[in-house]
């Protein structure tokens, strides 16, 4: 277990709240307890001698928590998360373990003070289905909750993984409309359910009617190609915008030469973007010039595609010997000399019997 990826990470801080899910009965009497690993110096040993699980509705398994203090202990420090019952291994499922499977230690580590880096939450007009948070950026991946003032969660965010700049204009979709002006509360917590100390932020949300979807592309990628050959691969993106305040839908096309060669469907809160991207094979287009675009509802931007053709092997000519023919006599030569020949000698027998004649 020394070697192994801590699956738990705590915060080094006080009052952390550790929670999983087991299959034992709710209410069963639970020892749940946190130790160092043999190489770290100094130790800790935390014993949770009494932990009950609950039931909680519309969830397979029931819960339990407990709550540590981590604050004096230096950052990196490993330590092994056991959970027994009555002297036996209970089924610990929250941190992975497989269904059915032995339950063993779960490795876990201190780590660094979480805080938001950066967290907008802005008074804004609302159609009552979403609210737009409108920057984020955190340490670890997390979720946002939308809370009433009553702390009732209205909606969840999708999971925001950890990045190293701020996410923008983040729509988050409520389980039920809201009909009238209320303040709401959006709370930021690492996913797995410990909120970060400086992560909440409250605004007003003003119901009233708003714009239908309406979509736009832009940042098209590449604006500008040119491949050797036909038979490249090339991925063509574009950013899609909801420019309206309600959700909506919307099929996003590729096209060539204005014609459609792909498409997939994309659905967005009012205000909220998405990278749409397309992976062309050109081993079936022609070598030439395109115009390759995408399309969003009204809305397309375009830019060229150019597939070279193949370059195609030129064969050096080799020099051949001219030959010259010597003239031979041929048939038709010899037929001619006999012609001759024979009329001169019926001339001379003619000439010879004259002769004779005129003696």
């Given amino acids: 277990m020394d070697d192994a990826e801590p699956i738990l990470v705590v915060p080094q801080e006080d009052g952390i709240e550790i929670s999983g899910t087991t299959t034992v009965a709710a209410g069963t009497n639970l020892t749940i307890n946190l130790a160092t690993t043999p190489a ?17 509705e519309n969830e397979s398994m029931n819960r339990w928590t407990i709550t540590e203090d981590f604050a ?13 019952r009555t002297g036996s291994a ?28 950066e967290f907008t939450f802005e008074d804004q007009p609302s159609g009552g289905q979403s609210v737009i948070v409108q920057s984020f950026q955190a340490p670890y991946d997390s979720i946002i909750e939308i809370q ?21 204009r983040i729509a988050i979709s409520l389980d039920e ?14 996913a797995g359910g ?13 119901v009233e009617e708003l714009d239908e979807a309406e979509f736009s ?37 590729l096209t060539l030469n204005g014609e459609e060669v792909d498409s997939q469907s994309v659905t967005l809160a009012g205000g909220a973007s998405e990278e749409v991207s397309f992976d062309v ?46 003239p031979e006599d041929s048939d038709d030569g010899a037929g001619f000399g006999v012609v001759i020949a024979l009329l001169a000698f019926m001339g001379a027998a003619l000439l010879a019997a004259r002769r004779r004649f005129d003696s």
């Fill in 40 to 56: 770290e110096d100094p130790p800790f040993f935390k014993q949770n001698p009494a932990v009950f699980p609950e039931y909680v």
């Fill in 72 to 84: 004096e202990f230096d950052v990196g420090t490993s330590f092994e998360l056991t959970i027994r």
């Fill in 90 to 117: 209970g089924q610990l499922t929250y941190f992975t373990t497989p269904a059915g499977a032995d339950p063993a230690p779960v490795p876990g580590s201190v780590g660094e003070v979480r805080e938001v880096q």
């Fill in 148 to 168: 009433d003032s009553s702390g009732n969660v209205l909606g969840t965010s999708d999971v925001l993984p950890s990045n190293d700049s701020a996410q923008s």
């Fill in 177 to 190: 409309d809201i009909t009238e002006n209320q303040e709401v509360t959006a709370v930021a917590m690492v």
């Fill in 194 to 206: 410990q909120e970060y100390p400086n992560g909440e932020r409250t605004a007003e949300i003003t």
């Fill in 217 to 253: 592309v832009s940042n098209l990628d590449p604006q500008s190609a040119e491949l050797d050959e036909p038979g490249e691969t090339i991925t063509v993106s574009a950013t899609v915008t909801n420019e309206g305040d309600l959700e909506g839908s919307t099929d996003v096309a």
């Fill in 281 to 326: 094979n050109t081993g079936d287009i022609e070598p030439g010039t395109y115009i390759h675009g995408i399309a969003a509802g009204d809305d397309d931007t375009q830019g060229s595609l150019t597939i070279n053709a193949p370059d195609t092997p030129t064969e050096t000519p080799t020099e051949t010997e001219t030959q010259t023919d010597t």
